[in-house]
């Protein structure tokens, strides 16, 4: 059965946004109705309602309230609702730029889909197989993805231990726990073997046992299957559990063929419009964002030295919850995951890449850079601002808050110049490279020293207090230097073409 919460997910890729709600996400839909304004015929129902040729929000309401629809979708207008307490409806706005036609196709497949699930034709709610199994074989159930984070669990709690209280309340497996069973070959059978394994009772961490089964479609491993049990099961119920292993791999598989779909959607708009290559404002209505006010972010992650299949994690997570309260939209190019984010400050964007970054498995490494605030227009030319402060990230070794492009434009431009000194780029004579010589070959501080007097702006006593010597010694040293080097420091040009030249060449 399809839920409201289910819908206006998978709508928010196709220009849906819901104006308000006094329902629960978990309201179930199983109908879909189109309004007619023909007299002679009466109302037809159902539980979403596609409210066509409707001339405001308050009179798809009506028509909702008529046909007994939990939810309406309304297109191209603006007011407010009225605020009726008797009336529990769920608000969609829809985006001018999208047909009714091509929407209509999307809501009637998918509530279709609900009611075939229902039906028995497909697999069923992951917590309703978790409570099958739970009562097939008689103890309590958990069905997990790869990466150990819980995806449903039954009601049943049957020889429940600490660990299983402790996986749920956190969404994933405690981290000794996992590293219990890594100890123990648990993953490795279950990447390499379909038969269900038993693993013996570990008081310590709170386990009392456990028999567990991969759920694979043919050689993808999806998840897994957990009974708490501090016995191995018999065989019947062993072979209750192989058999609902299955169903949760059909099911984990359609989940995410069709989340697939969405983040394909929305992946590809979003490139478009890093690309520069989509009509700006019609993208950014489709995706949901404002037309100002926007960053790029773009992510780097690794995992184990794992580049790839941490990306992958970083972009499933990233794009996890398209309509409710997700702020950005994400796609996957190249080697980084690029989030477009409303957001006039840096914070935001920061704030979303430490989400991300608490969202994947321990000892995660992830670097991020973000770009000056830009329109919908403007963000083909954000992009390389983000991955010119993600390189810089990286070359911080991805401590620290990410950099803002806007906030560190300096050493961007500091960085720019260094790569182009590593390239060759830089004078091989002239007064700078003159002093460098020197210092290699006696041993002296002029370099330092030139480096220091420019940044006191030419005052000897904080020139000093730079190098930690006199200003006396600081003037010795300029008029000793003046005999290895033409120093023309009254000059501002050559006092700025030495300063660029010192900051192309800087190692820090």
Not at 482 to 492: E, N, Q
Request: proline share 5%; with cysteine; hydrophobic share 45%.
């Amino acid at each position: 059965m399809v839920t409201l919460d289910r819908l206006v997910n998978v709508l928010g890729g196709s220009g849906v946004r819901l104006r308000s709600c006094s329902l629960s996400r978990d309201t179930p839909l199983s109908s879909v109705a189109l309004h007619e304004s023909t007299a002679d015929r009466t109302t037809v129902t159902g539980d979403v309602l596609l409210a066509v040729g409707a001339d405001s929000v308050a009179q798809a309401v009506r028509w909702a309230a008529s046909a007994q629809a939990s939810v309406v979708l309304v297109r191209g207008c603006d007011d407010e609702p009225e605020d009726d307490p008797d009336v529990a409806i769920a608000v969609l706005t829809v985006d001018p730029a999208v047909a009714w036609s091509e929407l209509a196709a999307v809501v009637y497949g998918l509530v279709l889909e609900g009611r075939e699930t229902e039906s028995g034709r497909g697999p069923t709610d992951l917590f309703a197989l978790a409570d099958s199994l739970a009562d097939a074989v008689g103890a309590a159930v958990t069905i997990e993805d790869r990466l150990s984070r819980v995806l449903a669990y039954s009601r049943l709690h049957t020889h429940a231990d600490p660990a299983r209280v402790e996986t749920i309340m956190g969404r994933q497996a405690p981290q000794p726990v996992r590293a219990l069973l890594e100890q123990r070959g648990v993953f490795a059978h279950l990447a390499r073997s379909d038969d269900p394994l038993y693993v013996s009772g570990a008081p310590d961490h709170g386990l009392s046992g456990r028999m567990v089964v991969a759920a694979r479609a043919g050689r993808r491993l999806l998840g897994s299957v957990w009974v708490a049990t501090p016995t191995p099961l018999d065989d019947t119920r062993r072979a209750a559990l192989a058999d609902g292993a299955k169903t949760v791999a059909l099911h984990l598989l359609r989940s995410r063929a069709s989340a697939d779909l969405e983040r394909q959607v929305e992946s590809d708009l979003v490139i478009r419009l890093l690309e520069g290559s989509a009509d700006a404002a019609t993208a950014a209505s489709r995706l949901g964002l404002p037309t100002d006010g926007l960053r790029v972010v773009a992510v780097h992650a690794t995992v184990d030295a794992d580049r790839d299949a941490a990306l992958l994690l970083l972009f499933e997570r990233a794009t996890s919850g398209f309509g409710w309260s997700r702020p950005g939209r994400s796609a996957l190019s190249g080697s980084a995951v690029y989030t477009v984010l409303p957001a006039e400050d840096a914070e935001p964007a920061r704030r979303w890449v430490n989400g991300l970054r608490a969202a994947l498995v321990d000892g995660a490494v992830v670097s991020a850079g973000i770009s000056g605030v830009a329109s919908s227009t403007e963000l083909s030319a954000a992009r390389p601002e983000a991955d010119e402060c993600l390189a810089l990230h990286e070359l911080q070794a991805s401590r620290g808050p990410a950099p803002a492009y806007d906030e560190s434009w300096q050493d961007i431009l500091l960085q720019r110049l260094r790569n182009a000194a590593r390239s060759g780029r830089t004078p091989h004579r002239g007064p700078v490279a003159e002093l460098r010589r020197h210092d290699a070959e006696y041993n002296t501080q002029y370099v330092a020293t030139l480096r220091a007097w420019l940044t006191a702006m030419g005052d000897l006593a904080d020139a000093g207090a730079l190098l930690g010597v006199h200003e006396n010694t600081v003037r010795y040293r300029l008029r000793k230097m003046a005999d290895v080097a033409a120093l023309d420091l009254p000059d501002p040009q050559w006092r700025l073409a030495t300063m660029i030249e010192l900051a192309a060449t800087d190692e820090h």
